[in-house]
Structures are given as structure tokens and as C-alpha cells.
């Protein structure tokens, strides 16, 4: 079976305190992208569980390879096969866009429903939040306010149907962790939640990232993206979770001929 693990852009991102347990609660808006990559998932005739990838080189060892380790988690439940896994990454790893994060969601789902499990979405969030933060979002993959580790969701009227979004990558992997360590938790002063819902104009001026404040001083490249894409025309612009990608959100498809011609780029619709 063949699935579509996409990836998202945090709208405002939050980091108002460290827990007890080390993580940090966060408010923000998680939206879904189309840039993803591609899973299969067999019977493995060779009936052993086994792992390949293509695109881009995944970092660690294959058996520790989120798919895998999705798979591993319900098979302690539950009586499955042994599998073939193969996953053609496109998503850049370290971008703070979930990439990673989506293949395990996507993976628990497609499990669920090629051995018919029967698990429902909240049931599927369970087994997410085991392996990683973002990875409830994916179950629903739609958009979504979320607090706590962001794996606590709230309905939110955020709809950005009709634009289009442009992705840069600068080529530059940003550890989660790392950028987690330079951070100053702080309660915000104005409500996030109440700021999405104004028009997404308003946007330039209310919603903030907090990791900018702490990578961009570090990686110049990070605020330049950001500042060529207002240049281009974006209504708003922002680096997505903890970088390294930065977005804009314009209202017309978006022509740059060779603007970022160094770095990644991914241009959709949304
Ligand atoms: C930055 C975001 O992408 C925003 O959406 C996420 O918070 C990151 O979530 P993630 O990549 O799924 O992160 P995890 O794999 O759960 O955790 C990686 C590391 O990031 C830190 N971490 C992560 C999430 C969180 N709410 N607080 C944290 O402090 C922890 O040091 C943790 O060891
Ligand atoms: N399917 C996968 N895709 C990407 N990384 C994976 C995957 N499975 C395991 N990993 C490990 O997770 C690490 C990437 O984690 P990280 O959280 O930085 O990236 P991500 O989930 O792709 O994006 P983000 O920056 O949004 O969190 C890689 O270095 C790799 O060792």
C-alpha cells in the first residue's frame, strides 16, 4: 500500500515555558503543505521486516528509522506480518517541517488500515505522541491550534485556501534540540489564538516564531530569506517550527526566476 506523508508550517509559534519533563509547551497553528514524500508499505516476501529509502540520505541507522519504529509499536500490539518498507524522501530533514514527524503518523495510518486495526484517530494520536511531538498533528493533518508539546489540539477557523506559499530551505539542518536548548520561554503578551483570526494582512505585524529570535542572529541567511520574500510580494512570511525553512504566503501564484536558485524551494497552492 502507497501513502502521501505531507509536511506543515507552524502560523505563530510560541514557546511560553519549560516542563518538568524537559519539553517545552508551545502555542501555535499547525497548517499542512503539500511538499512530501512517498511510503510504501508491503508484506515482505522475504518475511523479514525490512527498510529502504531513496532521495535524500536519511541520517542514523534503518532500524531506527521512524517508519520502523511506528511499525514496532503496534506490532506490540498487535499480530502483524512482517514488512517490506520503503520510503522515497523529498522532505528536507531538519527544515521544521515535520517531515520526519509525518512519515510515522502516515505510517501508523497505513498500517491501521492495511491490517484493518480498527484504531481510531485518537487512539492513533496515542501511539504518535510516543514517537515524537509533531506527530499527533499528521493523524488529522488539517489545520490546528495546538499547545502543550503540540500534540493538544483546538478547532481553529484559519483558512488559507486560494494562496499560494513558497518553501526556501537554505540548505542548513537545525537540531530540534539545539534550537530548543537556545531558548527563553516567556508568556506571551497577546492572545495567538485571537491574532489568527484577524485578516492574514494583519499577520506581518502580530505573529512571531520565538526561534527567530535566537537562530536568526546566528544564521543571517534565516532573516534574508525572510525579508527577499516580503520583497517578492508576501503577505506574510515566517521561519516554520524551529528551522531552517522559512515561507511566504502570497496571494498569486509567485514567479522568481533564479531568486533562490541555491536552496531548495517548494511552491504550491494551499
Ligand atoms: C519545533 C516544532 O516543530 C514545532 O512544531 C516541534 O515542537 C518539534 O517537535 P519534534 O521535532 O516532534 O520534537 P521531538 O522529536 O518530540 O523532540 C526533539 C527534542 O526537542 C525538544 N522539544 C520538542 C518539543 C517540545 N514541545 N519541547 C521540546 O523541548 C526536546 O529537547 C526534544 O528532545
Ligand atoms: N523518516 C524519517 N525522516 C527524517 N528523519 C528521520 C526519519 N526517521 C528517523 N529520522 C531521524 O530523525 C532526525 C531528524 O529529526 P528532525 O526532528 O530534526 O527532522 P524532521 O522531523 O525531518 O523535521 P523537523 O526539523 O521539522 O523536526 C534525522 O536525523 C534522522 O536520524
Partial sequence: ??????????????????????????????????????LEVIPAPAHEVSFTSSGLPI???????????AYNL??????????????????????????????????????NEQFALGLTNPQLEDYARLLGSDCAFFI????????????????????????????????????TAEAYAGIKPRQPEANLYEQLLEPVANWRHTIHNDFED????????????KAQLYESGAVYASMSGSGSTVYGIFNAPVDMPNQFSDYRVWKGKL
Avoid at 515535520?98 to 502516515?106: C, L, P, T, W, Y
Avoid at 489545520?143 to 526556501?168: H, M, R, W
Avoid at 535566537?214 to 530569506?225: D, R, T
Wanted: charged share 15%; glycine share 8%.
Fill in 1 to 38: 500500500m502507497l501513502t502521501f506523508p505531507t509536511s506543515k508550517i507552524n502560523l505563530g509559534l510560541r514557546i511560553t515555558e519549560k516542563r518538568p519533563d524537559g519539553f517545552h509547551n508551545l502555542q501555535s497553528c499547525f497548517y499542512p503543505v503539500g511538499w512530501g514524500d512517498i
Fill in 140 to 175: 488529522q493533518n488539517r489545520p490546528l491550534y495546538c499547545t502543550q508539546k503540540g500534540d493538544v489540539f483546538s478547532e481553529i477557523a484559519v483558512d488559507l485556501n486560494g494562496y499560494y506559499i513558497v518553501l526556501v530551505y537554505p540548505n542548513l539542518a537545525i537540531s
Fill in 74 to 111: 503496534l506490532k506490540a500490539d498487535f499480530n502483524l506480518p512482517p514488512v517490506q518498507v520503503h520510503l522515497h524522501k523529498l522532505v528536507p530533514i531538519g527544515a521544521g517541517l515535520g517531515g520526519g514527524s509525518a512519515d510515522a503518523a502516515f505510517a501508523l495510518k497505513l498500517l
Fill in 214 to 225: 535566537s537562530l536568526f542572529p546566528h544564521y543571517p541567511i534565516l532573516p534574508q530569506l
Fill in 59 to 69: 541520517p542514523g541507522n534503518p532500524e531506527q528509522n521512524l517508519c520502523i519504529r
